[in-house]
C-alpha cells in the first residue's frame, strides 16, 4: 500500500504533523505500536507559541475548552498552608503576545487532535509496528507488522514520532548524545487524591529533600485525579514504583496532613532526565521529530512544545514536496532550523534542571528557583525591540477587512497551507506583488494589503484581502514605519520567512522555497 507521508507515532508531535499535512490536502499515515491510546498528564504544560499552533491548526478552542490556566502554588509547611505564590508570572495579554501558558494533559490533547483527524479520514492504527526501512531514490519502503501480519508501505516521506525509545532513529544510525542523570530519580504519576483543593498546586517540601506535588489535572472536577511527583534522599524509588501502599505512607509522611488521602494509582514511574540531542534531523527522505530527536528535562515545560514546532517547521515543507513544488534545499531546512534551537533549549532547560534538583548546585532550604523562572518563560516571550526574519509572527487585533467591515486580526489570517504576504501599502504597491508571486503555485500565497488607520483607500482589486489597521498594531509590530521593511512574508508555520523593501526581495525569497 502506498501514502504520500507515513508517520511514526501518534503523541502530539506526530499528530500535529499528521493534521497539518491532511489540512495540506496531503495523504498520510499514523501507525502506533501501542495498542492502546496512553493516559497521563506529561506534557501538560502548553506555552503561548504551541498555543498559537493549535490556533491555526483550528484546534485551540477545543483546546482551551478542556484544559485551565495554570493554578497557583500552596506551598505547606507541617501539614499547614502557609504561602501561596504564582507557578508562572501572569502576563496581561497585549496584542503581540495575546495567550499565557495553559495546562491541559497530554492524553486529552491527543484526543482533540485525533477527533480532528478523523474530519480528514486519518485514524491512528494502534498495535502497528515499524520493523524496517529502506530507502530509494523518490521513495522508502516501510516494513510494518499488525498483529502478527506484515505489510510493505511505500511511502513519499517518513516521519519518525516515535520517542525517545522508538525505533526510526535507531534503523538511520544517528546519534543521540547526552546525558541520563541516574542519580537524580522522580516519580511522578497518576492518582485519585481527596482531601486537597482543586484550585491550586500542593506543595510539600523543596527538592532535592522531602517533597511532594500534587496538580489538579483535567480530571479532577468529575474523578479526582491529580498529577503527583514525589521525591527525597531516602525514598525507596523502586519500592515506590512495586508497592502502592508504600507510596502513599511516603506521601503521608511528607504531607502530614490528616484528610489528604491517595486512593487508585492509575500510572506510576520512576522518572529520570535524560538530556539529549541527535546529531541530524533527516537522513535521505526520513525525518525524525520530537523526543525522538531530542530529549529534555522536566524543567522549563519545552518537551512537549519544542516538539510540536518541530512537526509545524517540517510539515508545510513536506507538503510542497509532496506535491513537486519545494526548492532544492528546503527539507534540508528543517534540521537547519530546529538543530540549533533545540541545543539551546538543552542548554536552558538543563540550568533550570540544576538550579531546581541538583544537590550540588542547591542545598535543602536554600530558596526556589525565581518564580516562573522554572516554566522557561524567557524562552517564549523575548521582548525584542524589533522583529527580525526567523522570529515568531505577531498578532494584530482591531484590522478591519474593508470590503466586508468585519474586524479580524492576523493570527486569523495567518494559515497553515500557505505563505501570507503582508504588503504595508503606504510604503509599497500590492497589486505589483500580486504580479510577482502569480507565477508561484495557485494556493500557495495569499497577499494581505495592510494600509493605516488614517487611510480611505478601499479593497484593492487583485490583492486576496485589504485592511486597515484600526487599532494601530499592525504597523509598529512590523516595523512596518521602517523605509527598509513594507513587505513581511509569514510562513505557514507563523514565521517571519523575511522582510523585505520591495519586489526584489520577495522574488529572492520565494526562489528559496518553491520549484520555479
Not at 534522599?233 to 505512607?249: A, C, I
Not at 537522513?283 to 510540536?308: K, L, W, Y
Not at 518564580?371 to 517564549?380: D, I
Not at 516595523?479 to 520591495?502: F, N, Q, T, Y
Request: charged share 25%; with cysteine.
Amino acid at each position: 500500500m502506498a501514502t504520500s507521508v507515513l508517520i511514526v507515532g501518534s503523541g502530539p508531535t506526530g499528530l500535529v504533523a499528521a493534521l497539518t499535512l491532511a489540512q495540506n490536502g496531503v495523504d498520510v499515515r499514523v501507525i502506533e505500536k501501542l495498542p492502546h491510546f496512553p493516559i497521563g498528564q506529561r506534557g501538560a504544560g502548553i506555552m503561548p507559541r504551541s498555543l498559537e499552533i493549535y490556533r491555526y491548526l483550528g484546534v485551540m478552542d477545543d483546546i482551551k475548552k478542556a484544559g485551565s490556566y495554570i493554578h497557583e502554588w500552596l506551598e505547606y509547611e507541617n501539614g499547614k498552608p502557609v504561602k501561596q505564590f504564582a507557578v508562572t508570572s501572569y502576563r496581561e495579554p497585549t496584542p503581540i503576545y495575546p495567550n499565557n501558558p495553559w495546562l491541559l494533559g497530554q492524553d486529552a490533547a491527543c484526543r482533540i487532535l485525533r477527533d480532528h483527524l478523523k474530519e480528514f479520514g486519518v485514524k491512528v492504527e494502534l498495535s502497528t509496528e515499524l520493523l524496517t526501512i529502506e530507502q530509494g531514490a523518490d521513495s522508502v519502503t516501510a516494513t510494518i507488522a499488525k498483529e502478527g501480519a506484515e505489510e510493505k508501505v511505500t511511502a513519499k516521506y517518513v516521519i519518525g514520532a516515535d520517542g525517545a525509545k522508538g525505533i526510526v532513529r535507531k534503523l538511520l544510525n544517528l546519534t543521540f548524545v547526552g546525558e541520563t542523570r541516574d542519580a537524580l530519580h522522580l516519580i511522578t504519576g497518576d492518582v485519585v487524591v481527596t482531601g486537597v483543593d482543586e484550585k491550586h498546586w500542593h506543595k510539600f517540601g523543596d527538592a532535592p529533600a522531602d517533597a511532594v506535588m500534587l496538580r489538579p489535572t483535567d480530571r479532577t472536577a468529575a474523578e479526582s485525579v491529580y498529577f503527583i511527583m514525589l521525591c527525597g534522599p531516602d525514598l525507596d524509588y523502586q519500592r515506590v514504583v512495586e508497592d502502592h501502599d508504600y507510596l502513599r505512607e511516603s506521601v503521608y509522611r511528607v504531607t502530614k496532613v490528616p484528610e489528604l488521602k491517595i486512593g487508585k494509582i492509575e500510572t506510576i514511574a520512576d522518572y529520570r532526565p535524560n538530556i539529549r540531542v541527535a546529531n541530524t534531523f533527516q537522513q535521505g527522505r526520513v525525518f525524525i521529530a520530537g523526543d525522538a530527536a531530542h530529549v529534555h528535562s522536566p524543567t522549563g515545560g519545552q518537551g512537549m512544545n519544542s516538539s510540536m514546532m518541530d512537526a509545524f517547521n517540517l510539515s508545510w515543507k513536506l507538503a510542497l514536496a509532496v506535491k513537486g513544488l519545494a526548492a532544492p534545499g528546503l527539507l534540508d531546512s528543517y534540521s537547519e532550523e530546529r538543530l540549533p534551537v533545540i541545543k539551546e533549549m538543552l542548554n536552558l532547560t538543563t540550568a533550570l534542571l540544576n538550579k531546581t534538583f541538583d544537590a550540588k548546585t542547591r542545598k535543602a532550604g536554600d530558596p526556589s528557583p525565581r518564580r516562573g523562572e522554572s516554566r522557561g518563560e524567557h524562552v517564549w516571550r523575548a521582548d525584542a525591540d524589533r522583529l527580525h526574519a526567523g522570529d515568531r509572527a505577531h498578532d494584530a487585533p482591531g484590522l478591519v477587512d474593508v470590503k466586508t467591515g468585519r474586524t479580524t486580526r492576523l493570527f486569523d489570517v495567518f494559515g497553515p497551507t500557505r505563505h501570507t504576504v503582508l504588503v504595508f501599502a503606504d510604503g509599497a504597491d500590492p497589486v505589483s506583488v500580486v504580479k510577482a508571486v502569480e507565477r508561484l503555485p495557485a494556493g500557495t500565497v495569499r497577499v494581505v494589503a495592510v494600509y493605516p488607520k488614517s487611510s480611505s483607500t478601499g479593497a484593492v482589486e487583485g490583492v486576496g484581502l485589504t485592511l486597515r489597521d484600526e487599532d494601530g498594531h499592525a504597523y509598529p509590530a512590523y516595523g512596518a514605519a521602517s523605509e527598509a521593511a513594507k513587505i513581511a512574508i509569514v510562513r505557514p508555520d507563523g514565521v517571519v520567512g523575511a522582510l523585505v523593501g520591495g519586489i526584489e526581495g520577495v522574488e529572492k525569497y520565494f526562489k528559496g522555497v518553491f520549484a520555479i
